[in-house]
């Protein structure tokens, strides 16, 4: 058996932990510059879209009392690891599928699972504050399944155990809802009146295989309870991205390059920290989708590295390479990224006849690592290639940034007694 435990609107959820004062107030989160909604409380669903733009959403939050935050990731991050923890106490196979979100191999645990997931929600809940659902299923697309349909239960637990149980939640289960489904397969089997997981568990294994590939079949497979998805207990990421919406347009090509060296220098950190190297890295650019009296325009450019790297040098000079193919003058840029694909380890690099690797290196490998090594005790950008420019760095706007209650001496929450 499987679970899949997801922390509750989680970024909000995480505001309310050190704001008492918010329990029953509707609370949204904002992006990057706090540009758009990224996430609302159970409260404020009932009056804000996820995603929108926030200047739009300006008068509602005044007329409903919605309290606005900043994304504050340091707090998020730190809460989420928290919680993990907890999960990791009561199960040995975890598998973190995302901030808020975990598989748990249930196999063989004694207990009944409806009282073994609220032991465990309910932990959760007075060690760190933070609400959970949790659904259990024989496979992990029957567990992902449950935990969906758990919004709907009080106690935000549900256990697909029988095959009477299966059946029942596959019978009106939207397909497109399914994990590992998608926007095109559903498109795919709508068109063919296929709408619901029970009639996608009828069609045949043939059929399955030839239109959806093996992963179609092994979807099936697992909404018919058959478990062909393992745990990962450590997921390597498959790719990486650096992006950021800027407060203000960039239009000149000088500021707009040095932030694409800003972005490929954090993937080269962070790709070291990961111990992977990509082949591919792709640069992109955006114009402002919400001022269309604007100049529109978007584009992107990806390259092929002659080498896998996480040299940084490399990975700017490649970046800027990307960058002049793709700019254009007279547009005013409000987002730019650099993201890297193709990544294998860095002691599994195919070598090169003519070029040396540079994860082999040693007075490259021995700089990246002085490097990483200054900033991470001086502070990041205290030592930075000449490509980042000397002005500071634009921040993001922030402008209802809480406290980093969990990870800053300075911030640390005071409470009289």
Known sequence: MFGLADCV?????????FRPDLAQRPVIVLSNNDGCVVARSPEAKAWIEMGAPFF??????????????????????????????????????????????CFL???GYPLPLPQYARTMQQTVAQCTGIPTRIGIGPTKVLAKMANQLARHEESGVLVLQT?????????DFPIAKVWGIGPQYGRFLGARGITTAQQFCQQ????????????????????RGQSCLGLEEVVSKKSLCVSRSFAQALTAYAPLKEKIALFATRLGEKLRLQQSTPTLLSVFLRT?????????????????????????????????RALQIIYREGYAYRK???WVTGLVPEDQIQGHLFLSNPAQDKTQKALMQTLDALNARWGAR?????????????????????PRYTTHWGEILKVRI
Request: with cysteine.
């Open 9 to 17: 609107s989680f970024y909000a959820s995480c505001e309310k932990v």
């Open 56 to 101: 739009q959403v300006k008068e509602l939050v005044k007329k409903h009392r919605i309290a606005v935050f900043s994304s504050n990731y340091a707090l998020y991050a730190s809460l989420s690891q928290r919680v993990m923890n907890i999960f990791r106490r009561f199960v040995a196979e975890v598998e973190v599928y995302s901030i808020d979100e």
């Open 105 to 107: 191999n249930l196999s």
């Open 163 to 171: 095959e009477a149980d299966i059946q029942a939640a596959r019978q």
């Open 204 to 223: 045949s294994d043939v059929w399955l295989r030839k239109h959806l590939s093996v992963v179609g079949l092994r979807l099936a497979l697992e909404l």
């Open 288 to 320: 402002d989708s919400f001022r269309p009296e604007q100049a529109q325009y978007r584009n992107s450019q990806t390259l092929r590295l002659p080498l896998a790297t996480h040299y940084t040098p490399e990975l700017v000079k490649a970046a800027f």
């Open 336 to 338: 730019a990224g650099v």
């Open 382 to 402: 205290k030592v930075q290639l000449a490509a980042l420019g000397t002005q500071p760095t634009l921040r993001a706007r922030t402008e209802w940034l809480s």
